[in-house]
């Protein structure tokens, strides 16, 4: 403990003093207890000139932390710029550094289509975690309190939120939307705004009030001045009741992201900028609970600072990874999309995957196809082959076929041996149902957006000069089968991934 004389200095030895005394060691224990933060490291203490966040600033100025203050102005209000200067007063008094940023919030709102209160969110946020990068903190700190912890709590159990919302805001979060490395830090989430106003009095400091938080037309001011109140009519220990549903419901996330932590290592493939891959059977294999779990860890793992993935959102992704279909995709949000394939799964934030999706040839390889057998591509795709002497047998998985990378074949109709090969200048197919006319296969290309960079070593199927599969997109009719084929060939393109 920092404080180890429990007569406070700057009160008499009352029984309010001692309660004080509680209060500021509770805040001192969240830091080194739950948070692992000491008084020798950095803190950024993000200052708005309220109630909260200077009784936040004078407690750890008196507990001997070193502190820098950041204050953002949103220039939302016309007394924006008076509470900029007396954030720098207060800190000036104390002998603390502060620096104040102004950030235009309208025009980051229009540019990322946001509202006006997620904007200054992000904003505030990224400018508090800017400072504490450049200068090596140890933690950023906010002052949210039981108050605000306890509305969180109610305002997410009115729109239906699951486990993740009901925990409400975390004391210490790391990593978070803004730093693998810096913990956002809310030391003040078990300490209530009426004994912070007490303190604020016998300490006679005069903090700034934004009468918006005075104005119903916010939804979170309704719910503090007009909807609490005629709850605690029926539970008068509503307060203290949500808090500690709060707590109790954190402790039971920890053990449930113990979980999807296994999980994740067991499912995801490959993270590289822009993109994620995840085993598609391991996926499924999950628990439902699981699946959304880690949706939303890969979700919001895209987005710094967004927090706030809907129930649809994660439901749509885990429904369509689920279809019985091989190949297809969706957009969840933000531009982001879910693409599917027979055993893996992207999410990405642009319109390509990498190229390890896609089957490719190394340059000018040529391949023999044994068939029955096997052939190797590169980043771990085969082409399988085998002979099917059950004739209705095949008829009947052709035509409930929806993988694009398989295919039947009459092999009495072509002479072997087949070749896996690149394209080549003015190679062109006859797709089947066109009768006999034919594709240049770089039309086809187009015509199906197979990104540009992997049409160079995309696999054909061909027999002698002719090309009899382009996997993926079409097969010829050269080679189709019916009741009279009598030696059927399948031949499946398949990823196998290790897991």
């Known amino acids: 403990m920092i404080i180890q004389d429990k007569s406070i200095k700057f009160l008499d030895n009352s029984l309010y003093a001692i309660i004080l005394f509680a209060m500021i060691e509770q805040v001192v224990n969240i830091l080194q207890q739950d948070c692992k933060i000491h008084e020798q490291g950095l803190l950024i203490v993000g200052v708005s000139g309220g109630p909260d966040s200077l009784f936040l600033l004078n407690v750890l100025y008196e507990c001997g932390y070193n502190l820098v203050v950041v204050h953002i102005n949103h220039k939302l209000r016309p007394e924006a710029d008076e509470e900029a200067q007396y954030v720098r007063q207060a800190a000036a008094q104390i002998g603390v550094d502060c620096v104040v940023w102004e950030v235009d919030v ?122 609490l109140p005629q709850l605690e009519e029926y539970a008068p220990r509503l307060r203290q009741n949500l808090l500690r549903l709060g707590q109790i419901l954190s402790d039971d996330y920890q053990l449930i992201q113990r979980q999807v932590d296994i999980a994740w290592t067991i499912c995801l493939l490959n993270h590289e900028q822009g993109y994620l891959a995840f085993h598609r059977p391991n996926f499924e294999r999950q628990l439902p609970s699981v699946q959304r779990y880690l949706l939303r860890r890969a979700i919001e793992g895209f987005v710094p600072g967004l927090t706030d993935v809907g129930f649809e959102c994660i439901e749509r992704g885990r429904k369509f990874i689920a279809e019985n279909k091989p190949s297809g995709q969706v957009d969840l949000l933000d531009g982001m999309r879910l693409i599917r394939d ?158």
């Open 106 to 227: 309208l025009g980051f709102a229009e540019k990322h289509k946001i509202a006006i209160e997620e904007a200054a969110r992000r904003l505030r946020y990224q400018h508090l975690f800017d400072q504490a990068q450049q200068r090596s903190a140890s933690a950023v700190l906010v002052g949210h309190t039981a108050d605000d912890q306890v509305e969180t709590i109610l305002m997410h159990l009115l729109r239906g939120s699951g486990l993740v919302g009901l925990r409400g805001m975390q004391t210490c979060t790391l990593p978070n939307s803004w730093s693998e490395h810096i913990p956002l830090v809310r030391p003040l989430l078990f300490t209530w705004r009426s004994d912070i106003l007490q303190y604020l009095a016998e300490k006679q400091i005069q903090p700034a009030f934004d009468q918006t938080n005075l104005d119903t037309a916010y939804y979170r001011n309704r719910v503090r001045y007009d909807l």
């Open 342 to 499: 027979v055993d893996v799964f992207w999410l990405t934030s642009g319109d390509d995957l990498p190229i390890s999706a896609y089957p490719q040839l190394k340059p000018d390889e040529t391949i023999a196809i044994p068939i029955p057998g096997r052939s190797l591509l590169k980043n771990s795709w085969v082409l399988e082959t085998e002979m099917v002497a059950d004739n209705k047998q095949a008829i009947e998985q052709e035509k409930r076929n929806n993988d694009r990378y398989q295919a039947w074949f009459d092999m009495d109709k072509i002479s072997l041996p087949l070749v896996l090969r690149s394209r080549e200048s003015g190679d062109r197919i006859h797709p089947a149902g066109m009768d006999g006319h034919s594709i240049k296969i770089s039309d086809l290309m187009i015509n199906q957006k197979l990104p540009l960079r992997a049409r160079k070593n995309w696999p054909l199927i061909c027999c002698g000069d002719k090309i009899v599969w382009v996997p993926g997109y079409r097969q010829s009719g050269l080679a189709t089968i019916d009741k009279q084929s009598t030696s059927i060939a399948h031949l499946i393109l398949v990823r196998k991934l290790s897991t």
